[in-house]
């Protein structure tokens, strides 16, 4: 399973990707708002710090606008996802964004129906946010494992994001119903090194070999 941060914040994805196992980035406009920062400054300097898929998301509500604006931020890098919120509108400038060879990533989906519309229209990435419907007593997960089942069952090539993850258990949750990816905030993807038994292990290795006097 691919692992996505869900941040604009550069030091961030600049870490991550670091360590070898960002393999892609997903912003949104709040995300990008929180910066202070221009829009296209931003996003071009995550795409040329993370090599991967990088998602920007366009404003206008309006098919037109939409199309308009995705031309507009695909051409500022060649790993940038347009999202697409999958409103009707949205869904209907799938098709085109498309057939023009713009990657998008069909955004704030909250229904399983949501997606299999969006996946007919040729979206490159679903995102389910699934911790934004567990926030409303939902399953988030049980979503998602839909849209993996809907998926797997039509043979659609598009990939699957599990958004708004909240905690360490919807990435484990995430790939043990085969998601092709999840997106998460970074404190999120440090979470994920941790464990107590891990620090006490390498502690105890590291105290016999001292107090046994070795040396490589
Ligand atoms: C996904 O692409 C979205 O940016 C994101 O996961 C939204 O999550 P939030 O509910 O943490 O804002």
């Known amino acids: 399973m691919k692992i996505f ?17 960002v393999d892609g980035v ?5 995300h990008v708002a929180a910066t202070g920062r221009p829009f296209r ?22 098919a037109e606008g939409m199309i308009e604006q995705a031309r507009e931020v695909s051409s500022w890098a060649p790993n940038i996802v347009v999202k697409i919120p999958v409103i009707k509108e949205g869904i209907k400038a799938l ?18 129906n ?3 519309l969006a996946a007919k229209a040729g979206a490159t990435y679903i995102s ?13 997960m049980q979503l998602a494992e839909e849209i993996v089942q809907i998926y797997s069952q039509y043979d659609f090539d598009t990939e699957i994001i599990v958004a708004a993850a909240r905690h360490p258990l919807h990435v484990l949750q995430a790939a043990l119903i085969g998601a092709h990816i999840t997106t998460m905030r ?4 440090e979470q994920m090194f ?12 590291l105290a016999d070999w001292n107090a046994a006097g070795l040396s490589l």
Request: charged share 20%.
């Open 5 to 21: 941060l869900d941040t604009a914040h550069v030091e961030e994805i600049r870490t991550g990707c670091s360590w070898g196992i």
């Open 26 to 30: 997903t912003t949104n406009p709040s």
């Open 41 to 62: 400054e931003v996003v071009e300097e995550i795409c040329d710090i993370c090599p991967g898929p990088v998602s920007a998301e366009v404003i206008s509500t309006e």
């Open 95 to 112: 098709p085109v964004l498309s057939a023009e060879g713009i990657k998008t990533n069909a955004t704030v989906c909250f229904s399983a």
């Open 114 to 116: 949501q997606a299999l």
């Open 128 to 140: 389910p946010f699934v911790g934004r419907l567990d926030a409303i007593g939902h399953d988030g």
């Open 186 to 189: 970074f404190d999120i993807l």
């Open 194 to 205: 941790d464990h107590p038994l891990t620090d006490a292990g390498v502690e105890q290795f």
